[in-house]
């Protein structure tokens, strides 16, 4: 089922956004060679804590996960791209870091990603995060109200495509709301012009990610993090939109 939210509730989801998009920029602020990701998972912890959120991940047990998760971030380090398990890892040179997270504040959920380059960038690397950065905008310009859900996919995927980086139709965006992942389902490809009708109130997370050589993945003995196939790099760019009567409100992006 899809919720149609009103104006005030799209405000209290921006209130959520914006507690994310800061954190998120907090976090990837520290992320350099020498860091542990614990240091980050902590961080995240504490600011939870302050500001009174709760954590949309701790406990989350998803068909697609081992046991309830126990942590408040997801980091993902080089091969690895989505649901990275914070482990004690110590951060170095040229490595490429996904940090995801997803909170809720009275009762409103906001989920937002993004990848960040640690130390000495290498150009293949530049390349591939700007790739997903790029997509996301492509996804929002094509979020406008009478819209279909395919425009954005076609969008995300027209990015990948011009690339030249293969796509992953297993994992994509999500509705969101009073939880993380409701429907619908955001494909990172598809076709334009089908599939539901954006309607002003609808509120969607949209997040491209991939590498630059393999769309397959596999999960990682610890039972959570997912990597690739190749042992190719990836890139994750999230955040979280409502279609409004005057295009997309992106409420996880902060200045
Ligand atoms: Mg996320
Ligand atoms: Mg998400």
Same mark, same amino acid.
């Given at each position: 089922m899809? /919720? $149609?939210? *009103? #104006?005030q509730e799209i405000e209290k989801m921006a209130v959520t956004g914006r507690f994310v +998009?800061? *954190? $998120? @920029? !907090?976090l990837a602020e520290l992320a350099r060679p020498g860091l542990n990701l614990m240091d980050l998972e902590q961080r995240a912890r504490r600011r939870i804590k302050e500001r009174g959120a709760v954590s949309c991940y701790w406990d989350y047990a998803p068909s697609f996960g081992r046991g309830p998760f126990r942590n408040v971030i997801c980091l993902s380090v080089n091969d690895?791209? $989505?649901? +990275?398990l914070p482990h004690k890892y110590t951060l170095r040179d040229s490595d490429v870091l996904t940090l995801d997270f997803a909170v809720s504040i009275d009762g409103w959920v906001a989920d937002s990603a993004r990848t960040v380059i640690v130390g000495t960038p290498r150009p293949e690397d530049v390349r591939l995060v700007e790739s997903t950065g790029v997509a996301l /905008? @492509? +996804? &929002? @310009?094509a979020a406008v109200a009478g819209a279909k859900l395919g425009d954005i996919s076609a969008a995300i995927q027209a990015v990948a495509t011009e690339y030249g980086y293969p796509v992953n139709m297993q994992f994509g965006g999500h509705g969101l709301g009073h939880t993380m992942h409701e429907d619908p389902h955001v494909a990172n490809a598809g076709r334009a012009g089908r599939g539901l009708v954006l309607r #002003? +109130? $609808?509120?969607l997370a949209l997040e491209p990610w991939w590498s630059a050589t393999s769309n397959e993945i596999f999960t990682d003995p610890d039972g959570w993090t997912l990597r690739f196939q190749d042992g190719s790099r990836g890139s994750h760019s999230e955040h979280t939109i @409502? &279609? *409004? !009567?005057?295009?997309a409100r992106v409420l996880t992006r902060v200045d």
């Open positions: 899809i /919720e $149609l939210k *009103t #104006p +998009g800061e *954190t $998120l @920029a !907090e690895a791209v $989505l649901h +990275g /905008e @492509a +996804g &929002i @310009a #002003p +109130g $609808l509120t @409502a &279609i *409004t !009567e005057d295009g």
